[in-house]
């Protein structure tokens, strides 16, 4: 193998940011992150993500936390390693479409609070919601990398794959990410998409997401890095596979000796892997971490549905009494997903899809009930679905209401002003204004406490374990 070309492949590590998430509902504290950030930083990482998705949610709701400050926190220890974080297009990291002003701030202020790679996805690839923040991005000088949320279709084929890069690199984007966020990419299909890409836009790094779900992960991003792929993500041992990243020790020692080395000292890493091997025991033993979360679901790959989506299912239908109607309800995903015009299943359109399932199959009638998300979609409210969506269905769901044709955020106007007046009380940082426009109540009551914080806490009367202290 030594006669050709060294590509040593790049690894980008998740631990952090996804892996957590994945595998411990996100609940990694501050305390347990920033002690490690030093020996992770001289590892040779490509990245570290350590920001974004739901990290910023969980901060505030569950860990009282303030994400900036973590997010400063882990900036001062990593002195040469680039962070990066996952942002949703307009949705930033919230649940609906802000407006362009904020959008543009909360790049200005991640990136001014230490990140340095953001990776922008749209849940329906439409491109049009994810401009705002790349131009952002690189206004600032960060490096924007857009990511295309994968899936399976009839409508989802190379050439349509191959024409969202060409719009992603037109559109001003610095590399990009195949985001395969339920495991459905099998080893083969990627070096085939990987080779269709690297033609399509040969200036362009490609970066490959994937999670362990369906087990076939680690031969997936082998057969990438052979076609061209120059990025992978992974996660530390102690916290990858089941609904994580492939670890990132088994992928170092892989590419050892081959041109694709990654350059990496596996003893660096043996550290690293002691370091959170107990944050695991104690996730396990609390019951955070499920062992479900551990198994491999071949069903990912037969119903394209991702992992947590199933586990959703489940509860709704427990809830109704209704668990023998599980495999109705996975039979009928895939009908509702092509009514909606084939949408990718990644945060919000797998829940509004599931739900939406779930309503039809009880219902005993297709659509008898139908949510506010459902017709949210039908509207486009969330923007330009893969396919147009059908009249027939159009009309059963929202009669002759009027549907959007352009850019969702087109229809809102600025608001930043508007939150600064609202958040103006409990502000303590130009960021805390974000915090408030993404989650208005959470970041409210998270503000409150940080107040009662600064008074005098007398330490024998705290609580510690409720992370409440009275003042």
Known sequence: MSNI?????????????????SLIATRMTTEQIVPIVAKMDKVGFHALEVWGGATFDASLRFLKEDPWERLRKIRNEA??????????????????????????????????????I?????????????????????????HAQVAISYTISDVHTLEYYVNLAKEIEEMGANSICIKDMAGLLVPYQAAELVSALKEAVPSLPIELH????????????????EAGC??????????????????????????????????????????????FRPIREEALKSGLMSTKMLEVDINTLRYQVPGGMLSNLVSQLKQQNAEDKYYEVLKEIPRVRADFGYLPLVTPTSQIVGTQAVFNVLAGERYKMVSKESKGIVKGEYGRTPVPISDEIVKKIIGNEERITCRPADLIKPELEKLKAEASAYAQQDEDVLSYALFPQ?????????????????????DTNNKTYPA
């Not at 949705?91 to 990136?111: P, T």
């Not at 994937?210 to 992960?217: D, I, L, Q």
């Not at 959470?442 to 705290?462: C, G, L, M, N, W």
């Open 5 to 21: 070309n060294p590509r040593p492949v790049k690894i980008t590590d998740t631990t952090l940011r996804d892996a957590h998430q």
């Open 230 to 275: 120059d990025i992978i993500d992974t996660a530390m041992s102690p916290l990858s596979m089941g609904t994580s990243q492939p670890a990132t020790e088994v992928l170092v020692a892989t590419f050892k000796g081959t041109p694709y080395d990654t350059g990496i000292d596996s003893e660096a890493l043996t550290e690293i892997t002691e370091y």
């Open 118 to 142: 953001i990776r922008i996805f749209d849940a329906l690839n439409d491109m049009r919601n994810l401009q705002t923040a790349v131009k952002a991005a690189n206004k600032e000088k960060g």
């Open 79 to 116: 002195k040469n390693t680039k962070l990066q974080m996952l942002f949703r297009g307009q949705n930033i990291l919230g649940y609906r479409h802000y407006a362009d002003d904020v959008v543009e701030y909360f790049v200005q202020k991640s990136i001014s609070n230490g990140i340095d």
């Open 442 to 462: 959470v970041a409210t009551d998270f503000f409150k406490y940080r107040e009662a914080q600064q008074t005098k806490v007398d330490p024998s009367i705290a």
């Open 210 to 225: 994937t999670h362990y779900t369906s087990g076939v992960a680690a031969m997936t991003y082998l057969k990438a890095i």
